[in-house]
């Protein structure tokens, strides 16, 4: 995209303004600010499209800040497009719906050599050809997305949503730096183009990430798609800016040129004939296209022949691919073959197989679960499996160890079929030499000791002593998890620390745990037993259906917990509904019906939620007050400590806007504490006073 000549001018350039950094505060004159910007985008295209940075991450820095400080002083000199605009406010975003300009379909898959022979011949009857000329491509493991470029500006970015209409995500994606805010599209005589393409984390990303959420107690991502999904649907930007996401763009699904533009290449063809050209084109204008991964044939045997040289080569890619892209390269062609009402007849998946690995297993380890069933869980000698390495797999229960014929000892061939959690595919008997042990199961709970049952026509074993220590440590975890409570920061190292050192023995010990004792111990700063505190005492706030979801009810999973929360004044009303009563809500079968009464009859639960409303949980069901516009009509907010992503004053401005009041100090009238970090006295008063309804920054926003 840049020629030698252009990158020693810029080099130059560099130099010179780099110069002008050295001063404290120095700005550069109004009209070098475009060349600066430029300046800024070609060293953003070398280290994020070309990875191959011409300068240090300090010195780009220094020249951001440069331009920043510069915009600053002239601030009706910004452009939109400007390198300082990707970073946007950090207000909670709402996500509109879009309607795409093409749908966004998705492609037909294949799976081996006679699949693609298929798909050839049928192109081929169709177009009355004898040979196809291909172009083959990776299938990138991410989150599709389209992005809509007006007169050489990026105007609008969506997600694929149902392939007809998505969800504008554009601030998001403008947080991305490998996609260019503006590229000379013009140059081609293109006034409107819509692209698609991949957002994907990098494998290296993605375990920074992973590492990240692990060292805060969150449960790490199975695979770098759900990553990259997740982060484009973040409220606050700046979050999205932080992941490190990366972009592959694949496909031009529509154009409009300026009426009367005389292409460069008029009456020759043109880049936009073929799909490779386009691949070239989006490279030229400064995109991370396929291009250098891409390959033209001519034929399905070659197309063969690349997509399994491909499949042996995708464990040293810097990123997950789950298999590759055979399109007609002939444009035309293209439009002639056409779609069917799924997917187009001149593209296919090729999807890779599982990967697998043998490894052998060397013993098996029973987990008692928090309804009380023990699951076997195989420990194998570690094996590394498509990104990840595997020293231990789930066999599920006593059938299926069974079935798969597995001792102790055994070699195991193990898969994982795109991202799935590794599977045992079978055991290798020919390979025995009859050292290999019966696996046993366990007639007692591995941890309490009591006696475990089978209920008939089920392969679970249980332990039913619901004392027991596992069950209850299990159930915290449970109680705290993030679709049930949502207790954030505390997570399941922090439930097993705390009931190890006898700070919490149940779940009402949640909201009574020592913090004094809990402030001395390592990894535990005045900051993190903050967030702690302020987390355990928002969700005192939850709504009813995430208690009910957290105590764990079998068979009760979220959606019925939300049924069950809407049928009643108050949870305890459970306590006297009769079988048929519950039957009759949606959803709830006789199983269902069975397990909320059991629950609902044994005297120990009852005294637990006697305890939780006595520390101050809702137990009733208070239906949502807020979100219609206007809804926060009379409402009283007060807000104390420090606000992370708002000011004060545009926090108090937006609850005034829906007809809020702001009042000054805490007293029975207030409605609304909003906590932000240092909270102090204020906090302390309005948690003496029930009625109070104290929330975070977040959950003030998601008030709007
Ligand atoms: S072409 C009409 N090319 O795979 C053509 N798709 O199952 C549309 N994908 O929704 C897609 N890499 O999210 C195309 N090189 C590639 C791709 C690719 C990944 C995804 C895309 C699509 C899905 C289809």
């Not at 780099?18 to 070098?32: A, M, R, Y």
Request: proline share 3%; with cysteine; hydrophobic share 40%.
């Amino acid at each position: 995209m840049y020629g030698t000549e252009q990158i020693q001018k810029l080099q130059k350039s560099t130099l010179s303004f780099l110069q002008q950094t050295g001063e404290q505060n120095s700005v550069v004159p109004v009209n070098e600010l475009e060349q600066l910007r430029d300046l800024l985008r070609f060293h953003e295209y070398r280290y994020y499209v070309l990875n191959d940075p011409l300068i240090s991450d300090a010195e780009y820095d220094s020249l951001y800040k440069l331009l920043q400080r510069t915009e600053q002083l002239y601030p009706d000199q910004v452009s939109p497009d400007s390198p300082t605009q990707r970073v946007g406010s950090s207000l909670n975003q709402q996500f509109i719906t879009v309607q795409h300009l093409v749908p966004m379909l998705s492609l037909d898959n294949s799976y081996n050599a006679e699949d693609l022979i298929d798909f050839d011949r049928k192109a081929r009857e169709l177009s009355n050809l004898d040979l196809i000329e291909y172009c083959i491509e990776p299938k990138f493991d991410g989150a599709s997305i389209s992005l809509i470029y007006e007169n050489d500006r990026l105007v609008r970015a969506a997600t694929r949503g149902d392939g007809v209409e998505g969800e504008d995500i554009t601030t998001n994606i403008k947080q991305i730096k490998s996609i260019p805010l503006t590229a000379a599209f013009s140059s081609y005589g293109i006034r409107q183009i819509e692209i698609r393409g991949e957002i994907i984390m990098s494998k290296q990303a993605f375990h920074g990430y992973n590492a990240q959420l692990v060292a805060q107690g969150q449960s790490p991502l199975a695979n770098p798609r759900n990553a990259a999904s997740g982060s484009l649907r973040m409220k606050d930007p700046r979050e999205v800016a932080q992941r490190n996401l990366d972009a592959f763009l694949y496909h031009i699904s529509y154009y409009i040129r300026d009426e009367g533009t005389t292409l460069t290449h008029q009456n020759k063809p043109t880049l936009l004939d073929t799909h490779s050209g386009s691949l070239q084109l989006l490279w030229e204008m400064g995109f991370r296209s396929p291009q250098k991964e891409k390959k033209v044939v001519r034929g399905i045997d070659e197309v063969i022949e690349y997509c399994l040289a491909f499949e042996k080569i995708r464990d040293d890619l810097g990123y997950e691919i789950d298999g590759m892209v055979v399109k007609v390269n002939d444009i035309a062609l293209q439009e002639k073959l056409g779609m069917t009402s799924h997917h187009p007849r001149w593209a296919i998946a090729f999807k890779f197989k599982a990967r697998q690995a043998t490894t052998r297993l060397r013993a098996i380890e029973f987990q008692v679960g928090r309804t009380g069933a023990v699951t076997p869980v195989a420990k194998l000698d570690p094996v590394y499996l498509g990104g990840v390495t595997v020293s231990s797999i789930s066999v599920h229960n006593e059938d299926y160890i069974k079935e798969k014929d597995l001792n102790i000892g055994d070699a195991v061939l193990i898969e994982r079929a795109g991202d799935v959690i590794p599977q045992i595919v079978k055991s290798l008997p020919e390979l025995r030499d009859g050292t290999e042990q019966e696996i046993l199961f366990p007639k007692q709970c591995p941890v309490c000791k009591s006696q475990l049952f089978k209920e008939e026509g089920e392969a679970v074993w249980r332990c039913i002593n619901i004392e027991c220590e596992a069950q209850v440590v299990e159930k915290i975890i449970h109680f705290v998890s993030k679709d049930a409570m949502d207790i954030k920061s505390f997570g399941e190292a922090n439930v097993r620390k705390f009931y190890e050192l006898g700070f919490l023995k149940d779940i009402p010990g949640i909201y009574r745990l020592p913090y004094e004792q809990i402030g001395v111990l390592d990894g535990f700063g005045k900051k993190s037993l903050e967030n702690l505190q302020n987390a355990i005492l928002v969700s005192k706030q939850q709504p009813l259906y995430r208690l009910i979801y957290g105590l764990g009810i079998r068979f009760v999973g979220e959606t019925t917990a939300k049924t069950l929360a809407n049928a009643v004044e108050n949870v305890l009303d459970f306590t006297t509904k009769t079988e048929e009563e519950l039957l009759l809500l949606e959803d709830v079968g006789i199983k269902v019906a069975k397990s909320i009464q059991h629950f609902f009859q044994n005297e120990q639960n009852i005294q637990m939620l006697g305890e939780l409303k006595e520390l101050g949980l809702q137990l009733h069901n208070e239906k949502k007050e807020v979100l219609a516009a206007g809804a926060l009509t009379g409402k009283t907010f007060l807000f104390t400590g420090t606000l992370a992503k708002l000011k004060r004053s545009e926090a108090e401005a937006m609850a005034e806007e829906q007809g809020g009041v702001i009042v000054s100090g805490v007293s029975a009238k207030l409605n609304y504490l909003v906590v932000g970090e240092d909270a102090g006295s204020k906090l302390e008063k309005a948690k003496k006073i029930n009625t109070i309804k104290i929330i975070t920054e977040d959950e003030f926003l998601s008030l709007f």
